[in-house]
DNA sequence: CTTGATATGATATAATGTAACATAATAATA
DNA sequence: TATTATTATGTTACATTATATCATATCAAG
């Protein structure tokens, strides 16, 4: 993300957590400014190595988890479960509700791109779900992909 | 899974690997099995447990990782990456054709229920995928739910 | 029966994640 | 402001999941 955008989106993180009244701190800020300027999903140990690049202190593992807690309860983060990473939410900046998220992941690049799946799908999907006595908690999705660069690259 | 099914199961996946030119060893067959009486996914460590109480001789656990990729490799067990947990094919002893599983993993219980979802949504979600320049690899869904049993409990 | 391939054992270590307690910073209230 | 309560962060220890590497054992083919 360039650096403009990036401002924009963690001012609009500060006042979606003052409207919760969440505090931002300057690290939390700093966490989830290294997950909005990486290219791919982080580890949480990644995140941590960006950081002490970054900003010249080192921050423990251990906070990093705390911090991304805090982010994603926020839904300023997601954390990707099949992979054991974590991204930002791609919406941010814009209004529009947090719905759940669906994420298509490429497996040759790691580039995750975080997407809305029409409510019919999701809805069928549900139905499928009941059919089968279960019952649907969150429709939160990994969908295993290859971007279209690799896609092009791989052909 | 009761006795006299598991060893007709084990029989099928017998004959699977010999159709398929691959050796399904003792121990193999023990993981499998272990896996097959399990209620729930088992990490590669629980496996590795349960071996041991179950066959009275340890099983070192990078063994176990082995069986596995060798199990998952001949389709006749399933990794579940969501929560690095692994389980039998539900589809070991019906014959009909080794399609894409999809998962539905109870959130309170752990217990999972493997079905297909219907080629109608799958393709749905393959064109939302490609209307987002992504193209989908494996259809292979982990779904976050309560089952029938939880759900009634909970309420 | 011996050679080559496959399967398993053993050891070390990496990567991810949690638990528990100590300290620091912030907020609320006297 | 001083005091206290709450929240955030640091520190240490350890649990869990996974891979890499090399040695040994077992099986299959000639």
Redo the contacts with the bound molecule.
């Keep these: 993300m360039k650096a403009s955008q990036l401002k924009q989106t963690l001012g609009a993180a500060e006042q979606s957590c003052r409207a919760s009244g969440?505090?931002l701190?300057?690290?939390?800020r700093n966490v989830l400014a290294v997950l909005l300027r990486a290219k791919t999903p982080l580890?949480?140990?990644?995140i941590a190595e960006q950081y002490g690049r970054d900003y010249g202190e080192p921050?423990?593992?251990?906070?990093v988890?705390?911090?991304l807690d805090?982010l994603a309860d926020e839904n300023l983060a997601h954390k990707l479960n099949s992979e054991?990473?974590y991204l930002a939410c791609a919406h941010i900046a814009c209004d529009h509700s947090h719905e759940t998220p669906q994420f298509l992941i490429c497996s040759r690049c790691s580039k995750v791109r975080e997407i809305g799946i029409k409510p019919e799908v999701i809805a069928a999907l549900r139905d499928t779900v009941e059919g089968a006595g279960y019952h649907l908690l969150t429709s939160q999705l990994e969908l295993d992909c290859l971007c279209d660069e690799c896609g092009r690259s791989a052909a």
Tied chains: 1, 2.
């Excluded at 701190?25 to 939390?28: F, I, P, Q, S």
């Excluded at 921050?59 to 906070?63: G, N, V």
């Design positions: 969440a505090r701190t300057e690290k939390r580890s949480a140990y990644e921050i423990p593992a251990m906070s988890y705390r911090m805090f054991n990473k």
